[in-house]
């Protein structure tokens, strides 16, 4: 076996361990959408049919959202072979991130025209260890699976100029990977634009293929498309669109106070709603690109990034623009586009809708320091800065994998959802003893939890379900939520709920509800998490 295949195997089977390694326990619970996700995939298991009972949908709706499918339908497979469960529900992701790593390899194989190990192999590394890909692999986001399909789909135009006939394969996967995350669509273009520009001159000579790819890509998409350009589809967009962003309310109404106070022409053209819109925008882009954002805090404690990265990474950016091969102009358009998925959207830095980006960027610090190691020319001297980076690597992953894996799980396990799974647990065995149930939704609206964690009949839930109840459970709702009824509320009336008999009505509150109404219940039992304490309070009324 070759030292760069050795080498090679041992980066893919780190990339694949830190992917897998307690996926199940680590995040310490499933989130909300996790969970309605994973139901929505356990439906259709057993009735071919959401939540909703719409029959095997290319849209799922899920609580004020619509989701596309690709995860859904993945989340199908893994729970069939796992169940109803964590890993059933984490496996794709993480299966699909493994995966990337191994296809990255080979998409950066086929970048160079000259084929160099060092600079196939220290990108590679760097992906494989990539605390913002891991992190987004170790749970349920669409998101990831959208970017296997785009890498799959641009390493084969990598090998368009030496095999045609690829471009077809290449619109498979481009295609399909619209099938999982809304900012492909956004960046897509960019990329096939910048595609176009590099062969311009041979892609008269391969028209056959060209239009093949045309229709396999068109075909692939033709069952989606009345869903993508649906009223739900749209909605999607118009909910996260950053017309809704507070900044951009807020520059624009201070714009609208200005353009008051001036008669001036260029005032009035200056302070205007589309001004306001184009700054918003453009903050929210560098927003997601700032040495702050990828460097320190992308990911919460830490950056997209490790810090270690950061000269390497600079200097990346400057060589990849210095090098000949035509293909580095697809890398800059995937760039640079990627953040503009930020750019249009609210609630930003958004790691999340930028995660497009996670091979792209491991790709250009692994060729910074490939480059700058090509200056020493004295193998000794090679090897002893490699070793002062390993050191220093290693240092930034050992904080990275505690950060990770032992401090967050701990410290920020409530936001996880940590304690609905106790919570449905406790539910689950004292049922029996009630005629009702009423349950909070101070952290967010609990019936999906109840309907996984219980593995409730699907076919049930569908003909006599809704998010307000089903069976014996009724479901209250959080203060920013408008259905249900808010616990927290000090004109909440209990005598609307009870039953006759008092104890045998159940309520399961957050300790804030409680201590609003403590002085008319008994509390029962107070419900830990698995690291999280007094999630929930159990308790009947006095």
Known sequence: MKKEHLILGV?????????????????????????????????????????????????????????????????????????????????????????????????????????????????????????????????????????????????????????????????????????????????LPFILLAFLFIHKNILKQHFRYLLMAFFVGFFVLLPLFPSLFSNGGLSRISTVSVINDKNYLMLQKTFAQKSLQTQSPLSKFLYNRRVALFITAAENYFKNVSFQHIFLSGTGPLGLLYIVEAPFFFWGIYCLFKRKEKKKWLIFAWAL?????????TDQPNALRTLLNAPIYSFISGLGLATFLSVFKKTEWKIVFLGIFVFSFLLSFLQFFQTYFYITPQKNSLHFGDGYKQMAAFVKANEKNYDRIYISGYYWRPYIFILFWDAYSPQRYQKKGSPSGFGKYS????????????????????????????????????????????????????????????????????
């Open 337 to 345: 586009s990627v953040p503009l998925a930020g750019a249009v959207t």
């Open 475 to 542: 479901f209250g709702s959080a203060s920013w939520d408008s259905s249900g009824i808010f616990f927290g509320d000090t004109k909440f009336d209990i005598k609307n709920l009870v039953a006759v008999n008092k104890r045998k009505t159940l309520f399961i509150f957050a300790p804030e509800e409680y201590a609003v109404h403590k002085d008319n219940f008994i509390e029962l039992a107070m419900i830990d998490g698995k690291y999280a304490k007094d999630v929930f309070v159990a308790s009947i009324a006095k």
């Open 11 to 187: 980066i893919i089977f780190f990339g694949i361990f830190l992917r897998f390694w307690h996926v199940s326990d680590i995040p310490p619970s499933l989130s909300h959408d996790e969970v309605a996700i994973g139901y929505n995939a356990y439906s259709l298991l057993k009735t071919g049919k959401d939540e909703y009972g719409s029959q095997f949908p290319l849209l799922f709706r899920s609580f004020d959202d619509y989701k596309l499918p690709g995860m859904v339908y993945s989340t199908v497979v893994s729970i069939a072979l796992f169940g109803l469960n964590e890993l059933g529900v984490r496996f794709p992701s993480a299966f699909f991130g493994s995966l990337t790593v191994i296809v990255f390899y080979f998409f950066i194989r086929n970048f160079y025209e000259k084929k160099n190990y060092f600079f196939i192999l220290l990108p590679t590394f760097f992906f494989a260890f990539s605390i913002w890909h891991i992190n987004f692999s170790r749970q349920l986001f669409e998101s990831n699976g959208a970017l296997f399909f785009l890498l799959c789909g641009a390493y084969f135009l990598f090998l368009f100029p030496q095999k045609p006939q690829k471009i077809v394969a290449a619109a498979f996967f481009l295609a399909l990977s619209i099938y999982f995350y809304y900012s492909v669509r956004l960046v």
